[in-house]
């Protein structure tokens, strides 16, 4: 009877559906709280990787939860995410990390400490892939995880956080850390050029991990793709390779940007929470894991559609480099959608709904690729340009087929699960693809 008991105690764990669980500890005699999410992928006898997501100043774990859309890229990656609740100072919730919050006497990095111990006890974690990434003060307890319990954290990424001194000042790490700062150039809440007081500058951040990490002084900048023209802001990617146990020292830098998370408010040419789920799966906390190129998947088509016609605009997803099948999730400006699994390649996305296309994350059957590129649906409402459909069938009836072509522009003939443009005698042009 003992045996038949463990075995039903533990069963739910072996075939685990997707969870988004709130749960506490009792830590330095307080309740601590967190929400936990667990995708269906879980296997108890598969080690998995773990994402500590931390709220910013006067925020809660369930809003950080709402708006980082980490939960879908669990699914779809296969992490466990849990997102900790900082307890009061002066009213207001907090992490204590130096600088402004120096009146605390919460020890939030054992409380880390202890909570990541419990949570192992009772699922399967990869101990060499536990990671944590937040926002503003959020961003700040990332840094001191990386400085003072850096046994246990194989990478961070801040999101418009910072060090204070007293962080940057005792910074204690064990292991050469991979480091992502995300952050505007504009921010009102915690200055791009720091203050002395209470919050280091983004530049001595970085040099400080560039000089730990023994990367290299000199940074390979990427101009990223201005894909949104009214969000007020441009991004460039900042790179400082070469490090050792080959890890980098990056920096998405926001022209512009303010005290956003990039992809939800604020800029809109990146999405944070994609953006840190890559960077992280590249890493264990001994470094770079493989060195192999990853999978990608791009997002492209610009279109228009009339509003008064039953045809869908079409939005194309390909895949290079990797093995089906493929997942991804895309959203409409900004707002994510669904996630689709699917082995055609390129997949095809019919839609009426106006706006900006991007891809947010991207898998297949081996590895998390990597995503670029981005779509525009426009909806035109003009009734001069939108005739009524049976002036434009009339129109059409006797149009003839002069030839059909691929993505490339090059002649080709009908091939099923691939899209291909059909060239007509009256100057029109229709976009088909035949699923086999």
Request: proline fraction near 5%; hydrophobic fraction near 35%.
């Amino acid at each position: 009877m003992k045996k038949l008991l463990t075995f039903l105690i533990w069963l739910p764990l072996l075939t685990l559906g997707q969870q988004t669980i709130n749960e506490s500890i009792t830590h330095g005699g307080l309740q601590r709280d967190y929400i936990i999410h667990i995708p269906s992928s879980y296997n108890v006898n598969t080690p998995i990787p773990l994402v500590f997501c931390f709220h910013g100043y006067g925020s809660n774990a369930s809003t950080i939860m709402s708006y980082t859309n980490f939960n879908y890229i669990s699914d779809t990656a296969g992490f466990i995410v849990v997102y900790p609740q900082g307890t009061l100072l002066q009213g207001t919730t907090h992490w204590n990390v130096g600088g402004w919050t120096m009146g605390s006497t919460i020890d939030d990095v054992g409380f880390t400490a202890s909570l990541l111990d419990s949570i192992s006890n009772t699922y399967t974690i990869d101990d060499t892939r536990v990671y944590s990434t937040g926002m503003s003060n959020g961003g700040y307890m990332s840094f001191l995880l990386a400085c003072q319990l850096s046994d246990k954290i194989a990478a961070i990424a801040s999101v418009t956080g910072s060090m204070t001194p007293q962080t940057y000042n005792a910074c204690n790490p064990q292991h050469p850390t991979p480091i992502l700062q995300i952050h505007g150039t504009s921010d009102q809440t915690v200055p791009y050029v720091g203050d002395p007081t209470w919050t280091k500058s983004i530049d001595d951040v970085l040099q400080y991990w560039v000089a730990y990490n023994n990367c290299n002084t000199s940074a390979i900048i990427t101009a990223i793709t201005d894909i949104n023209i009214f969000d007020g802001s441009t991004a460039e990617l900042i790179v400082y390779d070469g490090g050792d146990n080959n890890v980098t020292t990056e920096h998405f830098k926001i022209y512009g940007g303010d005290h956003d998370w990039p992809g939800v408010w604020g800029n809109m040419d990146i999405h944070a929470s994609a953006e840190v789920w890559k960077f992280f799966f590249r890493y264990n906390i001994n470094g770079l894991i493989n060195p192999t190129v990853l999978p990608m998947a791009s997002i492209s088509g610009n279109d228009t559609i009339c509003y008064n016609q039953n045809i869908d605009a079409q939005v194309t997803v390909s895949f290079g480099g990797a093995t089906p099948p493929f997942s991804f999730i895309y959203a409409i400006n900004g707002v994510s959608q669904p996630s689709i699994t699917t082995n055609v390649n390129p997949y095809v996305i019919s839609t009426q709904q106006a706006g900006t296309y991007t891809l947010t994350s991207f898998s297949d059957a081996l590895a998390v690729g990597s995503i670029s590129g981005a779509a525009l649906v426009t909806v035109n409402t003009s009734p001069i340009d939108c005739p009524p459909p049976l002036l434009i069938q009339e129109h059409t009836t006797n149009k003839e087929l002069l030839k059909i072509t691929d993505i490339l522009g090059k002649e080709t003939t009908l091939k099923n699960n691939t899209l291909l443009f059909y060239i007509y005698d009256d100057g029109t042009e229709e976009k088909r693809i035949v699923i086999e």
